[in-house]
């Protein structure tokens, strides 16, 4: 490491190093620069940054940096590629994350059958949490000492404070990304929410629901009205929905049609208040725009897990729509 075996040498290291974590300007780059700090200041043999996929399986995050030859051969070794499909290992994720610090394990715990040639390292899981939400673990194989909890502990604090940038960067990206027809956050913004509450839904066991409003009629109302009170209807339409949507839900396009995500919604609920999303917009149109007498609004609507395990299944579901409404 080149520390000896000063303590203080780490610390002032680790303190120096820590603002390159904040830094980071995507995930690889992060992952990159938290498996360095592992390595420079715990003397791990290996480090890892796991964030969860759309299934809630942690995934080792892939790195921008290049590896030690060393720590490749033992990422290879203890098959870091196919850690979603690791039982043992989410079983070591689900006691830190209850635990809510690093936890020490046996390699063999976490990794069994796999027997790599070391000197009596140990495998530390560290929680990665931001405002009690879990956004990844950070995997650390090291020597047990007095100092690699408390400072793994340090490491995955500073990484869910960069992941959450990372997060709120995007997201903020994605709301400048409009769709130009309805007004509301774009098709990627909600297909990339969805899989985010996807992921939330499967780790917490929630149910998550998934409502598409359309007007069926837009064809004909533009041929009688034409372009420009249509587009000013439809974009009433989406601030209508906007300011009507729970906090916690997600407004988005959808295949021409309102996408809203209902978290911790089950499908029975879901469809409920879909129908109440409905009938606001109804009513908003008939008292502002009264001359367009047959707005015809669809409504599909699917759920986790009642319609399927994955954001592909929900939005199979709500394709084809399930009832259609007549404006009075």
């Given amino acids: 490491m080149g520390f000896?075996?000063?303590?203080?040498?780490?610390?002032?290291?680790?303190?120096?190093?820590?603002?390159?974590?904040?830094?980071?300007?995507?995930?690889p780059w992060l992952a990159g620069r938290f498996e360095?700090?592992?390595?420079?200041?715990?003397?791990?043999?290996?480090?890892?940054?796991?964030?969860?996929?759309?299934?809630?399986?942690?995934?080792?995050?892939?790195?921008?940096?290049?590896?030690?030859?060393?720590?490749?051969?033992?990422?290879?070794e203890l098959g870091l590629?196919?850690?979603?499909?690791n039982d043992a290992a989410a079983a070591a994720f689900?006691?830190?994350?209850?635990?809510?610090?690093?936890?020490?394990?046996?390699?063999?715990?976490?990794?069994?059958g796999r027997t790599p040639s070391?000197?009596?390292?140990?495998?530390?899981?560290?929680?990665?949490?931001?405002?009690?939400?879990?956004?990844?673990?950070?995997?650390?194989?090291a020597m047990p000492s007095p100092l690699t909890e408390p400072i793994a502990g340090i490491l995955v604090s500073h990484a869910a404070v960069a992941i959450n940038q990372l997060r709120q960067r995007e997201e903020a990206r994605r709301?400048?990304?409009?769709?130009?027809?309805?007004?509301?956050?774009?098709?990627?913004?909600?297909?990339?929410?969805?899989?985010?509450?996807?992921?939330?839904?499967?780790?917490?066991?929630?149910?998550?629901?998934?409502?598409?409003l359309r007007i069926e009629n837009e064809d004909a109302i533009r041929e009688r009205f034409g372009d420009f009170f249509t587009d000013h209807l439809l974009?009433?339409?989406?601030?209508?929905?906007?300011?009507?949507?729970?906090?916690?839900?997600?407004?988005?396009?959808y295949r021409g049609g309102y996408a809203v995500l209902h978290t911790d919604t089950s499908l029975e609920g879901t469809k409920v208040s879909a129908e109440r999303l409905r009938d606001v917009v109804l009513?908003?149109?008939?008292?502002?725009?009264?001359?367009?007498?047959?707005?015809?609004?669809?409504?599909s609507v699917s759920a986790y897990p009642a319609s399927g395990e994955t954001a592909e299944d929900l939005l199979a579901q709500v394709d084809v729509p399930i009832s259609q409404d007549i404006a009075a």
């Avoid at 006691?95 to 394990?105: C, D, I, M, S, T």
């Avoid at 009513?283 to 015809?296: C, G, I, L």
């Fill in 81 to 85: 590629e196919a850690l979603g499909s």
């Fill in 175 to 212: 709301l400048h990304s409009v769709d130009a027809r309805l007004w509301v956050p774009d098709e990627n913004f909600l297909l990339a929410e969805l899989r985010r509450e996807m992921s939330r839904a499967h780790r917490y066991s929630r149910e998550l629901g998934l409502a598409v």
């Fill in 36 to 76: 360095f700090l592992g390595e420079k200041v715990l003397g791990a043999a290996l480090t890892a940054l796991a964030v969860a996929d759309e299934a809630g399986a942690y995934r080792a995050s892939k790195s921008a940096g290049t590896r030690p030859a060393t720590a490749r051969a033992l990422w290879e």
């Fill in 118 to 141: 070391l000197a009596g390292e140990r495998v530390f899981v560290a929680p990665v949490t931001f405002n009690r939400e879990l956004l990844g673990v950070g995997m650390f194989i």
């Fill in 94 to 112: 689900a006691r830190a994350e209850a635990q809510g610090r690093p936890v020490e394990f046996e390699i063999a715990d976490v990794f069994p």
């Fill in 235 to 253: 974009r009433r339409m989406g601030s209508q929905l906007a300011a009507t949507v729970r906090d916690s839900d997600v407004l988005g396009a």
């Fill in 4 to 27: 000896g075996d000063g303590t203080d040498g780490r610390l002032i290291y680790l303190a120096e190093n820590l603002a390159s974590l904040h830094a980071s300007p995507d995930l």
């Fill in 283 to 299: 009513n908003m149109v008939a008292q502002r725009f009264p001359e367009v007498t047959a707005p015809t609004v669809s409504l």
